[in-house]
């Protein structure tokens, strides 16, 4: 592999946020809050993500700037972290289901804080 080949893989790493584009074309970004309770979350915007993380995880009304908590992370570090994720019986997911999982075009979280599990 030639040099250039190694760099331009380089600068695609998984530093870079990715949208992901679903079946129906929608846009989907993935977040991660980590304050108060962590949460992986994929949505289309930050204002989606602060919605579900008021219905699935904590209120958000103490934070004055809310906003600032929520991270845009790629897909891939996204994917890493959600197969990192384990089930209520400590257990990793089967893969096939964790890509189906993953892969469905709807807003929701991920995987959210083990102490309120």
Same mark, same amino acid.
Do not use: C, H
């Given at each position: 592999?030639?040099?250039?080949?190694?760099?331009?893989?380089?600068?695609?790493?998984?530093?870079?946020?990715?949208?992901y584009k679903g079946a129906d074309g929608m846009?989907?970004?993935y977040f991660v809050v980590d304050e108060p309770?962590?949460?992986?979350?994929?949505?289309?915007?930050?204002?989606?993500?602060? @919605?579900?993380? $008021? /219905?699935?995880?904590? !209120?958000? *009304?103490?934070? #004055?700037?809310?906003?600032?908590? %929520?991270?845009?992370?790629?897909?891939?570090?996204?994917?890493?972290?959600?197969?990192?994720?384990?089930?209520?019986?400590?257990?990793? @997911?089967?893969? $096939? /289901?964790?890509?189906? !999982?993953? *892969?469905?075009? #709807?807003?929701?979280?991920?995987? %959210?804080?083990?102490?309120?599990?």
């Amino acid at each position: 592999m030639g040099k250039d080949k190694v760099d331009q893989s380089i600068n695609w790493g998984i530093r870079q946020p990715a949208i992901y584009k679903g079946a129906d074309g929608m846009n989907k970004k993935y977040f991660v809050v980590d304050e108060p309770y962590f949460a992986l979350i994929k949505a289309d915007s930050g204002e989606e993500v602060e @919605k579900i993380y $008021n /219905e699935v995880v904590a !209120d958000t *009304d103490d934070y #004055e700037n809310f906003q600032e908590e %929520i991270q845009e992370v790629s897909r891939d570090q996204a994917l890493v972290m959600y197969a990192r994720t384990l089930d209520l019986n400590y257990k990793l @997911k089967d893969v $096939n /289901e964790l890509i189906k !999982d993953f *892969d469905k075009d #709807e807003s929701t979280f991920l995987s %959210i804080d083990g102490s309120l599990a």
